[in-house]
């Protein structure tokens, strides 16, 4: 154990040893996307706690473990990853049945966002046990709380998009018909071909987290169209994990003939209808005709 957690994982069994951790209980557990010290305190007692850990990589996982002075058995740890989660459930809720509490962590970060995981939760539910959630550290929301976007259309966390170029930039001209913003998980040996897909957004904003919380840490907001060439500019900038947040798009308004044209049709005609009439008739974005309508309709 490193001795800087060891006044650590005393402060984790102060704080959180006199709480309740029912047994046959699944505790979904986040971890560190990079640095150790994100860890949690509860987390830290949890993982010390039960009677197995689940997760995405043995090896990781007993080296994360073993930095906390949490080293466990061989035995101890369940490999359940994206290629055996089906089967290897049935193993982690046989041992719920007798009683255990069962830890699962993917990689890092909070497992069944984009890391391995949902398919467990859903069968350990399905099973009747109880499924307890350790919040933590996220790629996801860590980026989002450093883009600075000051919109309130919500975002949505798309994840890695697919590898083929005809189907990435089938996805990225979806993305471009959604106003709202965009959460993005990318690998370095794609992230040139994903910065080109993403370069037909133009001056829409994006910010870019490269190695979120590790030494080397990078944090920029650039336009689009400049991605492919930040990324050119210095070779250590396509080393690393990324996180990318497409900020939401500006608003638009609609010229007084939109607005005209929506006024007429909607008493008439289904919403989604009117809008596309409406951009059919006065060759306006049907994006900012759908906003507009949406007003409209609540006063």
Partial sequence: ????????????????????????TLYVVATPIGNLADISLRALHVLARVDAVACEDTRHTQQLLRAYGLD????????????NEAEAAQTVIN????????????????????DPGARLVAAVRQAGYRVLPLPGASSVTTALSAAGMTGDKGFVFAGFLPSKSGERQQAVQAL??????????????????????????GERRITVGRELTKQFEQIDTLA???????????????????????????????????????????PELPLKTAVKLAAEITGESKNVLYDVALGLKNG
């Avoid at 466990?72 to 994206?82: D, K, T, Y």
């Avoid at 709202?180 to 370069?199: F, K, T």
């Avoid at 308004?253 to 005209?260: K, T």
């Fill in 1 to 24: 154990m490193s001795a800087s957690f060891a006044k650590a994982l005393e402060a984790a069994h102060d704080a959180a040893g006199s709480q309740n951790h029912p047994a046959s």
């Fill in 95 to 114: 041992r719920l049945a007798q009683g255990e509490r069962v830890a699962y962590v993917s990689d890092a970060g909070t497992p069944a966002i984009s």
């Fill in 224 to 266: 689009a169209q400049d991605l492919p060439g930040w990324l050119a500019e210095k070779p250590d900038r396509q080393r690393g994990e990324f996180v990318l947040v497409v900020h939401d798009a500006p608003v638009a308004e609609s010229s007084g003939e939109g607005l005209r044209v929506l006024q007429l049709l909607l």
């Fill in 176 to 201: 471009a018909q959604d106003s709202r913003a965009v959460v993005l998980l990318e690998a370095p040996h794609r992230i040139e071909a994903l910065a080109q897909a993403l370069a037909t957004l």
């Fill in 72 to 83: 466990r058995p061989g035995f101890q740890l369940l490999a359940v990853h994206q290629h």
